[in-house]
């Protein structure tokens, strides 16, 4: 078969077939528009005014009326008096009368009897604001192609302007596809959605950035995957809109339809764009509309409609506006910052790649590092600072590469912490009590020895470790004096917590001990190399005699508590070694094994930090510490 | 009297003294939104998932779920084959079966009969999206403070969340007043307003300048300048708003009735702000809530919605960001230019002044120069490309100083040229036939004799002449040739147009010649030193044997024809000398004197800026010439 149209195309290129298709309309769709509703369009003609404004010879201030000649040699030391007749009160804006040619400042006046002292010499048309003086009637006041301003809006009505001609934003319709998609309401008032289903959220995400974007978009019920039904939508969505987005259904699977619809219905234009996320994306022409789809995964539907639809709808809008500053300004990026890679980063060869990344300054460099790259993952769009888009060039990306952000979020560098360490759910709740406090923390779960590491490199503010030395069953000493190299390091106990098993609600495997662990063909979920956890996993492996390669499911790598306890609790794992919080958050059986001391770990250098400060003033906070108390498995000893 | 308020403070005090007194009530105003109407607001707590997300593992392909173990040694070679019990389809998101645990794409399998060919080796939980992958129940998703994105309200639905608590943003009321405003409605259905009246426009501004902020604001019906009703309309606002702005009547006209009315009803916190314009600021405490007053003047209510309002409205939704973003914020200002001033400008001691400034690049030069600085003129806000506020330290700021313009629009300056000459109507038009053609054309009148200056310090691209050689009647060559200095320039012809003598309508003065222009006590009203129509002026004086001492007005200077011709129609002179079309546009009577012609002059090393090129096609525009010839007043020769 012959392709008739371009697959894997880079975004440039996309967006240039997009204007080529859809450049001829753009500016065709014109109105006319009161002033009040005008606010964001553009015009589509060079505007005159109608009136001269002022439309009068104005007092600019308060003061009186007076013949300019009648004022000469008046001065502090010599006042010139004048009788009634031949001085008016005028205020500001007020019409000078015909005989008067200048207006004298009260400030420069004062009342003797009925006579009026003057301090001030003036020249003809001293504070008059002439006719015209702001338009002249037929000045042109705003030209073809002019955004509507709020200043501008104002001028019109001064000028005497009720309605101005405009091109019309485009109307887009958005249709949410598929058997699995349920409508917001039914997700939200079933407590237990069936497996398979998923909420009709990509449209709150459209909504929402159209609302920010001040354009208009109506949301179609879900069409279930029947190519004949979506056929219908289609050509009913061209035939009263100005764009049709199509949610879902360009990728290979069996109830992908909407290539087969495009076809049907008009000429596709492209399918898949060179980036990541967002690859299936697809655009066609329909009745000489354009319909875009966007890839189901909500990070991919966000990067099409910031790199696609967006300029789309300027391009319509007749709003001419460099790509890059129209992605930027979709993005929300309120700041563009040179910042350096903190982890390494491999990217696809070939393609762009959107990355959600989270920033902190240590020392005078600037970091950032990708939260995840993962299509599917929402959280990380929403916990992002800014959005770094990655060249096609970008492959093994290396510590320390220079990243361009675009922020879109505030950040103060100089009052956030970076915590690299040993992941605990009471960490995490201290952010909002920091905050409170004027600081700002952020932290990347990379165990105990990962964040111990980080610090020696001088690639974080602070970490957390809870390591047993299996040689003499201290904590922390040996690894802490090991990794500080000399430096001087503090160290901050923050609280005593339980390790345990964890395992399946009811512990169907029975597990009682970490001996029966160890027995049959138990399923373990296994932390990373360097989680204390893993630390402790090994030493008791060892105690009990036993060999890593016994172990079913040893060489899994989970990073957090959660993350291990999850695989139990979904079936993947019948058990996993982990702190009772995350067990107990899940409706996990738990078997306590030992009590561990989580110290925090902050060179001297940072000890002023205010976020520091805020941090340490936060350990004692009455409300995270009860809230962390409920959370159970935690234990102070101040 | 003792002040019981601060009077001429610093635009950062008086921000420091709302902060102060209303800082408290910021974040006491909270509800609970529907997430689809939270966009923009502020999170009152930490928001935990109610669900996790996905609920049960997912595939994350389209493909077959197998158990994992089934695939081992499976690659292109060396294919493995399942029968139809071991495997199941799988779209993207579909409910990976217990006994599966891995999804293989389905660009890695192929079908034999019912069989299922495997082509490549899966390790367990392959393409599976374990249950909580984007986000787990109980885990913190957003944080107190946090703004609520688009990202956010579709994480939020996903997530099983209906509602979320966030701070109300403040409702505020405008309320204009004056006996001289006229509401809107009135304004445009009069053709002829009466002398002394004035649109009731900022309303217009300041709901525009909402909307554009996400913010609400109801305007009130003009209040008459009556103290009592005033009062009672206030009262009636705090009582029902967030925020009241009062339109005017800060001053001290005998109209001003604010202050008086703010101290009956409560606390004046301060009185006049160090800035120009917006000096006439107020702000009061009326039962525990702000209430602003705005001077009256459009520049100076910006300026002051900018500074103060945006600020305040923010503090009180607990928005927690920095002054100077907040300012540039509420601007508009996309980006930070750093920029050289063209034209010296003299600032006020010890007063922040705000500029409305445009842009051009000459050479490798970026320059910027004030419009106006007048608080009345609104169009200089409507055509600025930016902003620069300068501080209070500056006072006579010279050419070449550095200015930092905050940009409010697009503007390319590698497709702008800067016009600085001769003043034409006709040329004003020319400016959408260049855009048209992809250049963009920004002028400053300056007169003849000005551009050709400016030209040969290298400030400007182009300059345009009508100047007359007296001492032989020839026009332009010997002025072209003495400022050139030997430089190339090119020499364009744009048209000849009609001087003559402009008077009233009906010519009262019965002026028909030049004679009787200089006879009798006609006032004239003269242009600027170097402006070519001056050169004609005193030209036509000499002739006469007339001496500059003998005419009144000749001190006058007003640097453009409409500006000239005004002070006719407005009776403040009874003759100038001007171009037909100036007089046309009034509706003035005319006595031609002579043709001159019009030169367009351009240093050769600037022909081939793309702008030149499009002004140059431009000159044959057809449009453009039926405009102009429309006027009256112009001949082409080609």
Request: with cysteine; hydrophobic share 40%.
């Amino acid at each position: 078969m012959v392709a008739r149209y371009s697959e894997h195309i880079e975004l440039r290129t996309a967006i240039e077939m997009l204007k080529k298709t859809f450049g001829v309309r753009a500016g065709k769709n014109t109105t006319e528009k009161n002033i009040s509703e005008a606010l964001g369009c553009l015009l589509t003609k060079d505007i005159t005014a109608h009136r001269n404004v002022p439309h009068y010879a104005a007092s600019a201030v308060d003061g009186y009326a007076v013949d300019a000649s009648s004022t000469i040699g008046a001065s502090q030391a010599t006042p010139v008096s004048l009788e009634p007749s031949r001085y008016q009160w005028m205020n500001t804006g007020a019409d000078v009368p015909y005989w008067a040619n200048a207006v004298l400042m009260v400030e420069d006046s004062s009342m003797k009897g009925d006579a009026l002292l003057i301090f001030k010499s003036l020249t003809p048309s001293a504070n008059v604001r002439p006719l015209g003086e702001d338009v002249m009637a037929g000045q042109i006041i705003a030209r073809e192609g002019d955004t509507v301003t709020p200043a501008l809006i104002s001028l019109f009505l001064c000028a005497g302007i009720e309605k101005v001609p405009v091109f019309k934003k485009p109307r887009t319709l958005y249709i949410p596809t598929g058997d699995e998609v349920i409508s917001r309401g039914k997700w939200l008032s079933d407590p237990n959605p069936k497996s398979g289903t998923v909420a009709e959220s990509n449209s709150l995400f459209i909504e929402a950035s159209f609302r920010e974007w001040g354009f208009d978009v109506d949301v179609s019920p879900v069409v279930p995957d029947d190519p004949a039904l979506l056929k219908e939508k289609v050509s009913e969505g061209v035939g009263n809109y100005d764009v049709v987005l199509v949610g879902a259904g360009s990728a290979k699977g069996r109830r992908d339809h909407t290539l087969e619809v495009f076809e049907d219905l008009g000429k596709v234009i492209f399918r898949w764009i060179r980036m990541k996320p967002g690859r299936p994306a697809m655009a066609a022409e329909i009745k000489g509309k354009p319909v875009i789809c966007l890839p189901g995964f909500p990070m991919s539907t966000t990067v099409v409609l910031w790199s696609l639809v967006y300029p789309l709808l300027n391009l319509l809008s007749a709003r001419d506006e460099d790509q890059d500053h129209l992605i930027k300004e979709a993005v929300g990026c309120r700041e563009t910052w040179n910042t350096k890679l903190l982890v390494q980063h491999s990217s696809p060869a070939g393609i762009e790649e959107w990355l959600r990344v989270k920033t902190a300054k240590v020392g005078d460099t600037i970091y950032s590092w990708a939260l995840t790259s993962g299509a599917s993952v929402l959280w990380a769009l929403a916990e992002a600072d800014g959005i770094a888009l990655l060249p096609a060039t970008a492959l093994e990306c290396e510590k320390g590469m220079d990243v361009t952000v675009w922020m879109k979020r505030k950040v103060d560098l100089d009052k956030r912490i970076l915590f690299q360490g040993s992941d605990d759910p009471a960490i995490q709740l201290l952010v909002t009590p920091i905050r409170r406090r004027g600081g700002d923390f952020v932290s990347r779960a990379v165990g105990s020895m990962g964040g111990l590491a980080a610090l020696s490199r001088g690639e974080c503010h602070m970490a957390a470790a809870h390591l047993l030395d299996d040689r003499d069953g201290t904590y922390n000493d040996s690894f802490i004096e090991r990794f500080a190299n000399g430096a001087k390091w503090e160290r901050i106990l923050v609280f005593y917590r339980t390790q345990g098993i964890i395992v399946q609600q009811g512990n169907p495997k029975k597990i009682k001990t970490f001996e029966e662990l160890c027995a049959g063909d138990n399923v373990f979920s296994n932390r990373q190399p360097g989680a204390g956890t893993r630390v402790l996993f090994d030493h008791l492996l060892k105690m009990a005699g036993r060999s890593p390669s016994e172990i079913k499911g040893y060489e899994q790598q989970c990073t957090t508590h959660m993350e291990a306890a999850n695989r139990v609790f979904t079936g993947l794992a019948d058990a996993t070694l982990g702190i009772k919080s995350a067990s107990d958050a899940l409706g996990l059986d738990f078997i306590p094994l030992a009590e561990e001391p989580y110290e925090l770990v902050i060179p001297s250098v940072y000890m002023d930090h205010p976020a520091v400060q805020a941090l340490l003033d936060s350990l004692g906070d009455r409300e995270w510490r009860e809230t962390v108390g409920a959370m159970g498995g935690y234990r102070w000893t101040d």
